[in-house]
């Protein structure tokens, strides 16, 4: 039933993403069309825009049918020629220079919208010298550098640049357009109408090959990603730069524009120049395919085309766009790809696109796909995603976002076709986390269940393997492993006891209580019962543990420390002085949930685990505070153990080694670790029969420091010398009390 409501409660969000998506979609389109708008989906679209780019972009080592370069009024030529605005001079003779070489068409990314000076007209208005008057108008025209650069349009074909006002401002000479509907068509056209244009002298205009806009329109966040090829002007299209420099170099008079009518309403659907027609969106605009970073194209400085520091036909067939990459110039825009990119290679890469093709395009049908795949991929999540797991469906969510990304990036590569990423990236994301949501909601419910019903007597840990598990009564079966069990006692409880209260008893074992089972806990392990002052743990159960060992031991060594701690606590108190002992022993054991139809546990069984409960019992015996069994300090190298005997417990045949933990190795000092060795070296001699050397050893250790490990070696060594043992005598010290 819970699995019905869920699907059904998917299902209807799923339909609401799909209209609400739908709409966005409808809506998103139109607003694009605005260069101005600024929407969460666009800028949500911006950031996958870029990062596709930037992961997508390749080396590209093909040689160009068509030669592309950029004339670089740089850092390097400003110093050597002077600051700017240069001399129209000395710009005409950089159009010669490169004419000299060979270019075919330069473009010029800067705007001559005023007069430069001439000296000799400046004279003659000003200074009416008449003895001179008739010299200075000889030399007038030659000292005009508008009409000296000018005259330079002679040698090659000169695109020059203008650029649209917002303001409603017209300055110069209207340059030449490339469509003529009038105002009254143009206003049923998509395309964007501009109020005003700064352009070029009348001189240089009528002298040039043609013009083209050097304006580009970023979108709401800055960035220059797509690029109008024409804008409109009282009801005239006007080609961008790169547009007019193509029709120049393929000696065209104007480009092949392509529109659609729909519902009235005027759509430019391509331009092309050559046959790569480019895919606009309905305004006229392409996006801009960059070749990559800054200098994608080849880059000479002006001040070297100026003093013929190039080599000869460097630039032969050779369409040559004039910018400046210095940062006081101004003319640097943000890319998917840079901050600060030179305006000039923006349109150098679109008049590559325009010529060899791969400028990216969104077609008309893009939005109507988006909604097919809205409705496909969200349905299909919604009807897989409520079968699975949280992390199953978490793994489908990255999947299938991962498949569309694939998909994306794959059109993108292969056929530039700009697929949207954000409407589908949303949906598959807010998908899974809401069929995610959903799950953990109700598994928190049947968390809680679970916890009600068993939490009394079944540990946390085992509680979450029940809600882990499709069958929740597989979670009760029994199961042999090996794992590591604690018993964990006060020592002298009985007259401790007596002394007290019952209420100061429970104090006192609250107090104690808390500290040490909050210690297991902290290192994974499972309370099995409380019996009276005594403590029993394991590790490697409910949950697999591959390092029982090791947490078993450290729950070990923090209890006794924290017993340590709680003496001083106590003292203040009021309370008794405490002592543990700890029996730690691994095996396989039997684990699982046991008892009767009126009362269960879940707890461990077997041989390991009685030795372990034996173990703690001799820990008084041997005076330490805690006995490690012989397969619990398997792997665990890093600590130091004391060998305390090789023993026999009552009921058993089989002997086992036992040790006394003393820490790691790495935090004990020179002195206990040469003690330590001193003592193995007499355990040794001990189990040898070497009994005098044995028992120097042994009496050295006692006066350094009294232990009670080394009385009872001392003792069996003034017994066992005066007899005669068994050939197959092996050390073995049996216990015959439990």
């Known amino acids: ?19 609400v998506f739908t709409f966005s979609i409808f809506f998103w389109d139109y607003q694009r069309i605005n260069p101005i708008s600024d929407t969460s989906l666009n800028r949500i679209e911006y950031f996958f825009y870029d990062l596709r780019y930037r992961l997508t972009l390749k080396k590209n080592e093909e040689i160009s049918p068509n030669k592309i370069v950029i004339l670089d009024i740089d850092e390097k030529s400003l110093q050597a020629e002077g600051r700017w605005p240069w001399s129209r001079v000395k710009i005409g003779k950089l159009v010669e220079k490169l004419a000299e070489d060979g270019a075919v068409v330069v473009a010029f990314d800067i705007v001559f919208s005023e007069a430069e000076r001439n000296p000799a007209r400046e004279i ?46 017209q300055v110069g000479a209207l340059p030449p357009n490339v469509f003529d ?88 659907t391509s331009i092309g120049i050559s046959e790569n027609p480019a895919i606009t969106d309905a305004t006229g605009k392409v996006l801009v395919p960059y070749l990559g970073k800054q200098k994608s194209f080849p880059y000479i400085s002006a001040t070297d085309v100026l003093n013929d520091n190039i080599e000869e036909g460097e630039l032969t067939g050779a369409i040559i766009f004039v910018g400046t990459s210095a940062i006081g110039l101004k003319d640097l825009r943000t890319t998917p ?28 049908w893009e939005g109507a796909l988006i909604t097919v795949l809205i409705f496909i991929v969200g349905f299909a999540l919604a009807g897989f995603l409520p079968q699975m797991g949280s992390i199953s469906m978490v793994s489908t969510g990255v ?109 006192m074992l609250n107090e104690y209580f808390t500290p040490i089972t909050k210690i297991i806990f902290e290192t994974e392990g499972t309370i099995d019962k409380y019996v009276g002052d005594m403590v029993m743990a394991f590790w490697g159960a409910p949950l697999e543990d591959p390092d029982h060992r090791l947490h078993a031991l450290e729950a070990s060594l923090a209890m006794l420390e924290k017993t340590r701690e709680l003496k001083q606590e106590f003292k203040s108190k009021g309370l008794p002085e405490i002592n543990i002992g700890i029996g730690l022993n691994s095996g396989l054991m039997n684990v699982g949930d046991m008892g009767s139809q009126y009362r269960r546990a879940y707890t461990v069984l077997g041989d390991a685990v009685n030795l372990s409960s034996r173990l703690e019992s001799l820990t008084k015996f041997y005076g330490v505070s805690c006995l490690v069994g012989e397969e619990t300090i398997k792997g665990l190298d890093q600590y130091a153990f004391r060998e305390i005997d090789r023993i026999q417990v009552k009921g058993k045949e089989a002997s086992v080694n036992v040790y006394e933990p003393i820490g790691k190795r ?7 670790l040469n003690e330590l060795d001193e003592y193995h070296k007499a355990l040794d001699y001990y189990r040898n029969q070497q009994w005098q050397e044995a028992l ?43």
């Open 181 to 268: 509907a009038g105002e009254d068509v143009m206003n049923n056209y998509y395309i964007q109408s501009m109020p005003g244009i700064i352009s070029n002298l009348k001189v240089l205009q009528d002298s040039a090959r043609g013009a083209g806009s050097v304006t580009t329109i970023p979108d709401a966040d800055g960035v220059i990603r797509r690029s109008p090829l024409v804008l409109s002007y009282k009801g005239k299209l006007y080609p961008s730069l790169s547009l007019a420099a193509g029709m120049a170099y393929n000696l065209l008079e104007a480009p092949q524009i392509n529109t659609s009518d729909v519902t009235g309403l005027t759509s430019i």
């Open 337 to 364: 790809l840079e901050t600060s990119y030179p305006g000039v290679e923006v349109h150098a890469n679109i008049l590559k696109g325009l010529l060899e093709g791969g400028i990216p395009y969104q077609p008309d």
């Open 399 to 507: 999947a299938t976002l991962a498949i569309y990304m694939a998909f994306n990036y794959s059109l993108w590569s292969f056929s530039h076709f700009d697929l949207s990423q954000a409407p589908l990236v949303i949906l598959i994301s807010g998908i899974t986390v809401i069929n995610i949501a959903v799950g953990f909601f109700q598994e928190s419910l049947r968390r809680r269940n679970l916890k009600d019903m068993f939490g009394q007597y079944v540990p946390p840990a085992h509680i979450d393997r029940m809600v882990s598990s499709e069958n929740e009564e597989d979670a009760f079966s029994s199961d042999t492993r090996e794992m590591t069990v604690l018993f964990s006692d006060i020592r002298s409880f009985t007259s401790i006891s007596e002394g007290l209260s019952a209420e100061e008893l429970k104090l």
């Open 696 to 738: 120097e050893i042994f009496k050295k250790l006692n006066t350094q420091s009294e232990q009670t490990i080394y009385k009872i070696y001392l003792e069996r060594i003034e017994e066992y010398r005066s007899q005669e043992l068994p050939k197959d005598w092996n050390a073995v010290y049996k216990h015959i009390n439990k």
């Open 1 to 19: 039933m819970k699995k019905i409501i869920k699907n059904y409660f998917t299902l209807s969000l799923t339909s609401i993403f799909g209209f």
């Open 124 to 169: 003659l208005q000003n200074y009416p010298i008449y003895d001179i008057q008739e010299q200075l108008r000889k030399i007038e025209d030659i000292a005009d550098a508008d009409k000296v650069f000018a005259r330079s349009f002679s040698k090659t074909d000169v695109i020059l640049g203008y650029f649209f006002d917002f303001e409603g401002t």
């Open 666 to 672: 790495d935090a004990l000092s020179q002195e206990q």
